[in-house]
């Protein structure tokens, strides 16, 4: 097993700091929708984003026509789950 497969596979199903403190603001939002910037006005980290679309906790739910680079997610089902557990 290469080096990257280990990392992959030691971190997947466990979500980072990141990950839960972002995850948690869709648990109190209409659809579980998630904010596209944090609370000092920051954009969510795409890489934040990506990994949680990666590992299901998080699916699109809408393109955005003003500016169609921002992916606006929602949580899933697993991403509420992972949240309730953490």
């Known amino acids: 097993m290469d080096?990257?497969?280990?990392?992959?596979?030691?971190?997947?199903g466990k979500p980072t700091g990141a990950q839960i403190k972002w995850l948690e603001k869709g648990l109190a939002q209409a659809?579980?929708?998630?904010?596209l910037f944090d609370e000092d006005g920051q954009k969510i980290s795409v890489r934040t984003v990506n990994s949680c679309l990666k590992q299901g906790w998080v699916e699109p739910w809408f393109n955005n026509p003003i500016k169609p680079d921002w992916l606006v997610c929602?949580?899933?089902?697993?991403?509420?789950?992972?949240i309730t557990k953490s």
């Open 74 to 82: 929602k949580l899933t089902d697993s991403g509420r789950q992972i």
């Open 31 to 35: 659809g579980g929708k998630l904010p």
């Open 3 to 12: 080096v990257q497969t280990q990392v992959e596979s030691t971190y997947a």
